[in-house]
């Protein structure tokens, strides 16, 4: 059942259109001045393909000093937030610019959230305390369409201790997110399936969940039709622009859907499967879903039958038990036209590994997940669930 008492908070103000990167300049001198430096934090992909001097050059139309960072990895470490901070504070930066995927993009926004502080990003760990109250400016650049870590409040990364945790806080909301379908075109269509299945987990995770609401239904459905209409087409035809922003645009509704009300039992175990089979997040989600999805339909008809009409499920005269009940085989079916690999055979992982992917999902870092799913989960829930991510096929 929907909360009757919740909240829905503002948002990054969200600048889309094609070849938008050209007006970044006047975005940072609306921001932080004309002449501030700023730090772009890039990975080295984006810097291979040639994005990051496109972007630089947009930047310095501002007329500040431009430095960039590029130490960034998948998963990114908390090392690499301290040093993107550090070079943050070296360099004077008035604001972080991060252009690249979710990795990247919390890398820079988490950055800029502590650089003003001495402590390390580990400091801040599943928000154990509390983010310094005033950072550096943030503008997120999203080269995929899967994270909305562009919209979010929350920054994924790995502690010291080989962790997969999160730092959460108002601190962390960009101020600007800046959507640029040209910037998606070069992505490949393997990546392109994964990131999207990323969106659309978000979006049906936070309009099925404990604290799901009828203000943020109206973010979840229409970013679920969105990907529904746009990531086949994506994933077929790499430069259609619509597609490509289409899809930009339901990752960052599905960015705000999480933000406002969170993620459940696909989030809790695919970062779990993430950590043990260093499988990609939204390809891990997108399998977790897979397989709760029908279990957790049972406990709320209603809401799944909401989804299952987003996804295109004819829902017409028919009660909300027969509607749901078809939302798991939908989801099924569009994982695999758009090419998503279902098997973890290829990834070294079988039905053995089934006790260990529970046991890292009922780990304290993924309580906060398992809490927010709309049914409880139990060791032997995680363990049944966890049985028929690997045994797919």
Known sequence: MANDVFSFGPTTRVAFGVNRIARLGSDLVALVGEGAPVLLAADPGIVRAGLAEKVEAA????????????DVRSDPLGAQVDAAAEAARSLGAKAVVGLGGGSTL???????AIATADE???????????LPSKGLAKICIPTTAGTGSETTRVAIFTTDAGEKVWAWGDELR?????????LTVGLPSLLTAATGIDALVHAIEAATIRRANMMNDAVCLQAIRLVVRHLPRAVEAPDDL???????IAAALAGIAIDNSGTGI??????ALGAIGHVHHGRAVGLCLRAALDWNAAADPAR????AEAMGVPAAGRSAEAVAGDLAPAFDAFLRRVGLPISL???GLTEADAPRLASVTMAPENKAMRDANIREIRPDDAERIAAKVLTAT
């Open 106 to 112: 919390d890398v820079a926004k988490f950055a800029a």
């Open 120 to 130: 390390p990003a580990d400091h801040y760990a599943l928000a154990v305390n509390p």
């Open 242 to 248: 619509e597609a490509r922003g289409g899809m930009q």
């Open 304 to 307: 799944h039958a909401l989804v």
């Open 59 to 70: 930047i310095a139309a501002a007329g500040g000093k431009v430095g960039l960072f590029s």
């Open 266 to 271: 696909a989030h809790a175990m695919g970062h």
């Open 345 to 347: 055979k290829g990834d």
């Open 174 to 182: 960009p101020d600007l997110a800046v959507l640029d379908p040209t």
